[in-house]
């Protein structure tokens, strides 16, 4: 099983290296995602699966797309 992973502007260090098809667990959900990937929960303001907002404790299913990005600020 595996899902497409996009980490957005500051969180683009986590983005793995093979982005179209990161390898899934059964039973894993976004927070877990994040967890795997490295990336700081605190870091994180919103997540999507397949273009819909979705809370980290969404499960992931086989072919998901996942995008997940940081607060940003502006001026």
């Known amino acids: ?3 497409t992973v996009k980490c957005y502007a500051t969180l683009s260090a986590y983005q793995p290296e093979n982005p ?3 390898p899934l667990t059964a ?3 976004v927070a877990s995602l994040i ?3 490295g990336i ?3 870091e994180v ?3 999507f699966v ?3 907002s979705v809370a980290v404790e969404t499960p992931l299913h086989d ?3 996942v995008g997940i990005f940081p607060a940003v600020g502006g001026g």
């Open 27 to 29: 039973g894993e959900t």
């Open 35 to 37: 967890d795997r990937l």
């Open 20 to 22: 179209e098809s990161f």
């Open 50 to 52: 397949n273009s819909r």
């Open 40 to 42: 700081d929960p605190d």
């Open 1 to 3: 099983m595996s899902i």
């Open 45 to 47: 303001k919103i997540t």
């Open 63 to 65: 072919g998901d797309r």
